[in-house]
């Protein structure tokens, strides 16, 4: 049996140029005394989070919600352990479901959405958040814009003279709309006879005294900047 061969001693390589460090140099020194304190940073800013109740980094902002969309509202927060996120609106508890999500899109954002837009959407939204060692919580408004629109013309009407004729519509729209009144194409000109006055969700033209030349075709309009509406009505007195 032949014996081994000696081991041979190994040789370390030289490092490729450019990839040594000298510890003495000032700049190395100077970029691991930066490293060092990013970390404690970094560590100091964990224990603060852990050991802290929930914070609110960054707030939430009002948005404005077009009828039929949809609008999302995000809060940056600061929180460990793992928070209790409540959503509500004028005070009553949103329940995540098809018509408000909650959403967490990473470890410090959490959002709500609000789908199919819609007038009764309009409010003041807030989020509570809870853990062990406290709650905050914040506000916002979504504001809704719905284009106006008459959801229910106003009806065709025969009157007897001398009576007093109405005519109502049910009106919407967000901003408010500008509502107006007009006979045969021309506008109307009030008086304490003839007149019509605007509600928050109506329009109501008034003829006192209704005689034979009040009759013809009605037109009710309303108008805002996302849109307008008409509808028509036939008087008759006889």
């Not at 928070?83 to 009553?92: L, M, Q, T, V, Y």
């Not at 009806?155 to 519509?169: D, H």
């Not at 008034?206 to 008409?230: C, F, H």
């Amino acid at each position: 049996m032949s014996k081994a061969a000696p081991a041979k001693k190994r040789v370390a390589a030289a490092p490729p140029p450019g990839c040594t460090l000298d510890i003495k140099d000032p700049q190395v020194q100077r970029a691991a005394i930066r490293i060092q304190a990013s970390y404690r940073g970094h560590r100091s800013r964990k224990e603060l989070r852990e050991k802290g109740p929930p914070r609110v980094l960054e707030p939430l902002k009002d948005v404005v919600l077009i009828e039929g969309s949809a609008a999302k509202l995000t809060c940056r927060i600061s929180a460990f352990p793992d928070p209790f996120i409540r959503w509500s609106k004028d005070g009553k508890e949103l329940r995540d479901g098809p018509k408000y999500r909650y959403v967490f899109e990473d470890p410090d954002v959490v959002a709500l959405v609000v789908r199919d837009g819609e007038l009764a959407d309009l409010g003041q939204y807030s989020i509570n958040v809870t853990n062990p060692f406290g709650q905050c919580s914040d506000s916002a408004r979504i504001l809704v814009e719905v284009p106006a629109k008459i959801q229910k013309g106003p009806s065709n009407t025969k009157a007897r003279k001398g009576t007093t004729v109405t005519l109502t519509a049910e009106i919407m729209g967000e901003p408010a709309p500008d509502v107006g009144w007009t006979k045969d194409g021309e506008d109307i000109d009030e008086d304490d006879r003839l007149f019509f006055e605007i509600g928050s969700t109506t329009t109501t033209l008034t003829i006192r005294r209704a005689t034979p030349e009040d009759s013809g075709k009605y037109e009710v309009y309303v108008e805002n900047s996302l849109g307008m509406d008409q509808s028509f009505a036939r008087v008759d007195v006889a």
